[in-house]
Nanobody, 123 residues
Framework: QVRLVESGGGLVQAGGSLRLSCAASGRSFSVYAMAWFRQVPGKEREIVGACSGSGSTTYYPDSVKGRFTISRDNAKNTVYLQMDSLKPEDTAVYYC????????????????WGQGTQVTVSS
């Protein structure tokens, strides 16, 4: 497992942008597939982006495709989530997650989690 710490959340107007960062501690960061999930109270956690250890393979659900971009800098042990054209329905707590091996969509496949960062999009 790796220790993950998110940053970059906040309040933004609809149509605006935010970039989340997730710093990882531990060895061999590049063998970890990384993902961002989000959750609102009363709803299940939803994946919003994932990338392979090299960053060459990415996944996005239709709800954010074309608006969110996941990337990573393995030299800095950091993964990012660039969020553009934000909508009020993007309001949630955003979590960074990691797992050794391939990208997975289900949150149960990830064994390293950050504490979460709040993103609020006002209309």
């Amino acid at each position: 497992q790796v220790r993950l710490v998110e940053s970059g959340g906040g309040l933004v107007q609809a149509g605006g942008s935010l970039r989340l960062s997730c710093a990882a501690s531990g060895r061999s960061f590049s063998v970890y597939a990384m993902a961002w999930f989000r959750q609102v109270p009363g709803k299940e956690r939803e994946i919003v982006g994932a990338c392979s250890g090299s960053g060459s393979t990415t996944y996005y659900p239709d709800s954010v495709k074309g608006r969110f971009t996941i990337s990573r800098d393995n030299a800095k042990n950091t993964v990012y989530l660039q969020m553009d054209s934000l909508k009020p329905e993007d309001t949630a707590v955003y979590y960074c997650a990691g797992r050794k091996g391939l990208i997975k969509v289900a949150d149960g496949e990830y064994d390293s989690w950050g504490q979460g960062t709040q993103v609020t999009v006002s209309s």
